[in-house]
């Protein structure tokens, strides 16, 4: 098992991202338990692209999950930048989750009943504020759908729900954005443009991005891959490109 | 496609669950409303006393041509009929039979002539044949030779048990005694008319020569002969009849819509499984085709399931209608064709009426919707929607008008009933837009009270417009029906109350526990010390006449004209004029036969006899005393029995009169004397039914819409999980959600109790209006709370189960799992 405290770029003097430190996570008990994380230990630099990769099966989402605090690990902690996730509540966890996380899932990311505007500003209004119109038009304007305001979800095409989900993500200003299969339900050339747009706000937001996806190319547009096999870190990429992520994981069934 | 259907439906059992469960309810509502309806239809009289008669001749009971109208009186026919019968080849004996209400020795009881005897026949066990006026032959079990006090239509004296005889068939309806034929016939009162002449056959008895022999009267043979022997049990059937089938049809009607709106929210529900399907290639005449299928087996599967706790509810009530002297003791209740059919084709229509719109917009939901946003709501109000809910409010105004004019309490309750019912799917089909409304005028407020939880379930209000429409629907259902029904009851009720209170403002009633008061009651009382005045009233009918064409008017015989207290709200005329053929009518009863004082009017008395009387007073309170009050002489021998009902007494010393009027029960046996109060509380049985049945129907209606509301909230509150989850994954705490799913339950209770109050009160205002003059009808105002606070509590506990469980479970897990 390789430790994984790898030198950051010199501008990361602060903590990284996420900190995940001999994280195991089992599924069930006895007989039946499942081991999703077998000890993981890992850094997230902040400012990174980071993609998560692997077979089904082999524990990415669950790191995403337990990175994002979304589920608890069983054993081993959790941080975000400098707070430890272990000992909070849930509901101290949900407001850390609203303020210093943002989320994009495969589908189903929006309030239907909420206009773009609406969705956009939902984590502020959440947070007890009242979203600046300012605020929210500028987020939109970021994702390219500044025209689109005051449509509600039904109305626009998968592609333009998943920027207004990303959209949604960056509002609070979020340390880390999580996604998870950001690009599934799309094709390929809207998913392409999500994907850039990822990219953006990582480069010129200066924005974390952790992303779980089964797709080489999507993962391609990464600065650095992590592959998972049954719960362990079975290799990582940096400046990956799509023919030697796909290379890589054929050889994971090995 | 019935494959697939079929694969569907077992392989996803739990989306059917709230389809298959409404489906159940409303079977076994459509059930108990229709078995005691069927067991009504199918019961006739029995034939017992008259069971050695070939055939029974009686008066015309039933008149009317296409509204055949069963009269309240009894109808006779002329004794000299008896001679011309037995002259008719094949007739061993042609026997005139009378009856009159009798008492002996405590006991109730009917008493005959001797010859009726054969008619049976009783054959004597011990003894002999009466032989004189103080001679009798008891039919059943009796000491020989006993001195026993016989109470009939005179001052009760003592006669002997010379005989006893006993049926060769069982006679269970009632029992007999035997008088000479003189004394019998004296006592009934009717003298040159019989109750029933019975014909005994002799070879070559052909039953068409008797209807050669009679004029204008009935002959009744096999099983028809029971209508002579009961001709009130006739009545009692037709009332019968019409209370059950009024139950009967509002369940079907209650339970099809039920059904239907429940089917077309599951339909709505898994479009997001549809589009899948849509998106691996079926089309969508194979969808419509499915869906159809599923609709047929669910219906059926759950129709079926609904019949026997429907049965045994249905038992129950019919057994409790013959428990209540509703329906006669010889009902035979059973689960026929009749209620099953119904019960099982309307399941089975309704369901596939419901997925008709349904499926065809489900069908028509392209196929990418399934890998991306499923919920999708439709337009506002698809055609269906609107030309049912115009329709329905089509249906609705005429009814109101009808029940704006109308003085019957039964047709403005009945009015009022249906009145509400087409409103309810009137605002169930257009609630889409009342959804839509509320949101305009409650979510700006709402979301300043409230900005997370208050903002989020208006946004849901304002275009899960449907979603809510479908929830709030049941609450309205509920509330609208059982509203409508209990208050135009206490609405009718308290205005019959009040009337009687003002109408009958005498000292002290006199009244009997047994069949009633000989008429000669009156004249002793009158002639009791300290009695200042008396009159005898007893309710009788009137046959269709004086404008009305299909039903009987009610009506008092109204015997001593004015005193008694009696305050008939006399707006022309004088009662103390009510003596030889004179006739005094309610106000809108005059108004519609255009009678006023001194006019001879046509009348159809009780037993069916065409007269003309004189109008003598024109008065108000209908409520109480009916249409109208007939003079004695008018009536006398036109009725059933010639007994007294009450008679109402004004006195200057009220107890002390009561006490010497209670010595007349030495002559009167069953006689009791009360005060004023018991008799302006409502006492026929007409009421007495309404009181018992009313709420027990209101009752089971509750309780069968408390089921739809459930189900459909627990159908919508689970299909909420995704969004919920959502939510908290954005960062909404448990408190929010929670926050949120409160003001959405609160938004549904709001609208579903406001729009059932708003029909119930359409509903019900004509019919205060029409009875009281007034606008406001009579709403004790516990049970309105009952039934809001009820039903509210209900749908919060249904909505907030669901919502628990939701937030118990992971987040990412229930976004993952879809619907």
């Known amino acids: ?254 | 496609m019935l494959r697939l259907a079929l694969l569907s439906a077992r392989g996803r059992l739990g989306t059917f669950t709230g389809a298959l469960v409404a489906l159940i309810a409303s079977s076994a509502l459509v059930m108990a409303g229709g078995m005691p309806l069927e067991s009504a239809l199918r019961t006739h009289p029995p034939v017992e006393r008259y069971a050695a008669a070939a055939a029974v001749v009686t008066g015309q009971q039933v008149v009317g041509g296409e509204n055949a109208v069963p009269l309240g009186e009894r109808a006779r026919v002329d004794s000299a009929l008896v001679a011309r019968l037995a002259a008719v080849p094949g007739v061993r004996a042609a026997i005139a039979d009378v009856s009159a209400p009798a008492q002996l020795g405590g006991r109730d009881t009917v008493a005959h002539g001797w010859s009726s005897a054969a008619l049976t026949p009783y054959v004597l066990r011990a003894g002999r044949p009466p032989a004189g006026p103080d001679e009798v032959v008891v039919g059943y079990r009796a000491a020989l030779g006993a001195k026993l006090r016989l109470a009939s239509t005179e001052a009760a004296r003592t006669v002997k048990v010379v005989g006893v005889a006993r049926p060769r068939r069982p006679v269970g309806q009632q029992t007999a005694i035997f008088l000479t034929d003189g004394e019998a016939a004296r006592l009934a009162g009717h003298p040159g008319r019989a109750d029933a002449i019975a014909v005994i056959a002799a070879p070559g008895f052909d039953a068409s020569r008797l209807r050669d022999a009679t004029r204008g009267a009935e002959v009744l043979t096999g099983n028809a002969r029971g209508r002579a022997e009961h001709p009130e049990l006739l009545e009692a059937r037709t009332t019968l009849i019409a209370v059950t089938a009024s139950f009967g049809g509002l369940a079907l009607f209650i339970a099809i819509f039920v059904v239907m709106s429940t089917m077309g929210l599951s339909i709505q529900q898994r479009e997001r499984e549809i589009a899948l399907l849509r998106a691996v290639a079926a089309t969508p005449g194979q969808i419509r085709r499915m869906i159809s299928w599923e609709a047929a087996i669910v219906g059926l599967v759950g129709s079926a399931a609904g019949i026997w706790p429907g049965a045994v509810l249905g038992r129950a009530l019919a057994d409790g209608l013959v428990r209540h002297d509703i329906a006669p003791p010889n009902l035979t209740v059973s689960a026929g064709w009749l209620p099953i059919t119904a019960a099982v084709a309307g399941g089975v229509l309704a369901a596939l009426l419901a997925v008709l719109g349904a499926g065809r917009r489900a069908s028509r939901v392209p196929p990418t919707h399934a890998l991306t946003q499923a919920a999708v709501e439709p337009r506002l109000l698809g055609p269906g929607r609107a030309i049912g809910g115009l329709v329905a409010l089509a249906g609705a105004t005429p009814l109101l008008a009808v029940a704006a004019t109308t003085s019957a309490p039964d047709t403005a309750a009945a009015t009022a009933e249906m009145t509400a019912l087409f409103l309810v799917v009137a605002v169930g089909c257009l609630g889409p837009i009342v959804a839509r409304v509320a949101a305009g005028v409650l979510g700006p407020a709402l979301a300043r009270l409230s900005p997370v939880g208050g903002f989020l379930a208006s946004s849901n209000l304002r275009t899960a417009t449907r979603r809510f429409s479908s929830a709030s629907t049941p609450l309205m259902l509920t509330v609208a029906m059982s509203c409508t029904l209990l208050f135009s009851t206490t609405t009718t009720d308290h205005a019959v109350t009040q009337q009687r209170q003002a109408a009958l403002s005498g000292d002290l009633a006199v009244r009997s526990t047994g069949p009633g008061l000989p008429a000669a009651t009156l004249a002793d009382a009158r002639a009791t010390p300290g009695v200042r005045s008396a009159v005898g009233l007893t309710p009788t009918t009137l046959g269709p006449s004086l404008g009305i064409s299909d039903e009987n008017i009610p009506a008092q015989i109204l015997d001593g004209g004015q005193g008694g207290g009696l305050d008939a709200g006399v707006t022309a005329g004088s009662l103390a004029a009510l003596r030889g053929n004179t006739i005094a009518l309610g106000r809108r009863r005059a108004d519609a036969a255009r009678a006023r004082i001194g006019d001879r009017v046509a009348v159809m008395l009780g037993d069916g006899t065409r007269t003309h009387a004189t109008v003598v007073a024109i008065y108000t309170r209908t409520l109480a005393l009916g249409d109208a009050l007939l003079a004695p002489e008018l009536a006398a021998g036109h009725q059933t029995t010639p007994l007294l009902g009450t008679i109402l007494v004004s006195a200057g010393d009220p107890s002390a009169a009561a006490h010497r009027l209670e010595g007349l029960g030495r002559r009167y046996p069953g006689l009791r004397v009360s005060d004023r109060a018991s008799v302006s509380t409502a006492t026929d049985a007409d009421r007495a039914t309404n009181r018992w049945l009313g709420p027990l129907f209101v009752a089971i209606i509750f309780a069968f819409t408390s089921i739809a509301v459930i189900n459909t909230l627990v159908m919508i509150a689970l299909k909420r999980g995704r969004e919920l989850a959502l939510l908290r994954l954005v960062g909404g705490t448990p408190g929010q959600v929670r926050s949120m799913a409160r003001w959405e339950a609160g938004l549904i209770i709001a609208i579903g109790l406001t729009l059932g109050l708003a029909i119930a009160a359409t509903a019900l205002l004509p019919l205060s209006h029409a009875l009281t003059g007034s606008l406001r009808p009579y709403v004790p105002l516990d049970q309105l709370g009952a039934i809001l606070g009820v039903s509210a509590l209900l749908a919060l506990l249904a909505l907030a189960l669901p919502t628990r469980r939701a937030l118990r479970s992971r987040p990412v897990q229930a976004i993952g799992v879809g619907e």
């Open chain 1, 1 to 254: 098992m390789r430790t994984l405290a790898r030198a950051v770029p010199a501008a990361a003097v602060a903590a990284p991202a996420i900190t995940l430190r001999d994280v195991r996570k089992v599924h069930g008990e006895g007989d039946g338990a499942v081991v999703a994380l077998g000890g993981i230990s890992v850094e997230l630099p902040r400012g990174s692209f980071t993609a998560i990769m692997g077979p089904s099966g082999s524990g990415k989402s669950t790191f995403l999950n337990v990175a994002a605090g979304l589920d608890r690990p069983t054993s081993g902690t959790v941080a975000l930048g400098e707070t430890e996730l272990a000992g909070l509540s849930e509901r101290r966890l949900t407001i850390l989750r609203r303020e210093r996380v943002g989320f994009v899932f495969q589908a189903f990311n929006l309030m239907p009943s909420l206009t773009v505007t609406q969705n956009i500003g939902l984590p502020l209004r959440l947070d007890g504020r009242r979203p600046r119109r300012a605020e929210v038009r500028e987020v939109a304007a970021r994702v390219g759908l500044d025209d689109r305001l005051r449509h509600r979800p039904a109305q626009l095409s998968g592609g333009q729900q998943q920027r207004v989900a990303i959209a949604r993500a960056l509002v609070t200003r979020p340390e880390v954005v999580f996604a998870d299969e950001p690009t599934g339900a799309l094709d390929s050339k809207t998913g392409r443009g999500v994907l850039a747009l990822l990219r953006e706000v990582v480069d010129q937001d200066g924005h974390t991005v952790v992303m779980v996806t089964h797709d080489p190319v999507a993962a391609a547009h990464a600065d650095r891959v992590i592959l998972l096999a049954d719960g362990q870190i079975v290799g990582m990429l940096d400046a990956p490109d799509a023919d030697e992520v796909a290379e890589q994981l054929a050889h994971l069934g090995d």
